[in-house]
């Protein structure tokens, strides 16, 4: 089985930061892509933050764009997402994803999730 952890969520004010961190461990082989997705009150679907693969390209939304930066510790199977400038519509609960391929298995992905964790930006 495989587990990811997030903490570095919280309460900040417009114009603030936070960095979120995401800790994947277990029957692990490899991981190919790392990232971050939000869930905004009231919308169903989770849309994408910011991802970045193995070999260290990165996909960021429209949104965040020069606010938001994502990295890796490929040696901790470790994603991290910088947020500055927060503003009231980054208030979502984060969640982290990743692309694994579990020990055992000799080719394909599969996809596993965080908990996930608030961040709420208010004055």
């Known amino acids: 089985q495989v587990q990811l952890v997030e903490s570095g969520g919280g309460l900040v004010q417009p114009g603030g930061s936070l960095r979120l961190s995401c800790a994947a461990s277990?029957?692990?082989?490899?991981?190919?892509?790392m990232g971050w997705y939000r869930q905004a009150p009231g919308k169903q679907q989770r849309e994408l933050v910011a991802v970045m693969g193995h070999d260290g390209t990165t996909n960021y939304a429209d949104s965040v764009k020069g606010r938001f930066t994502v990295s890796r510790d490929n040696a901790k199977n470790t994603v991290y997402l910088q947020m500055n400038s927060l503003k009231p519509e980054d208030t979502a609960v984060y969640h982290c994803n990743a692309e694994v391929r579990p020990t055992g298995w000799a080719m394909g992905w599969k996809d596993y999730w965080g908990q996930g964790t608030q961040v709420t930006v208010s004055s």
């Open positions: 277990g029957r692990i082989l490899s991981i190919r892509a």
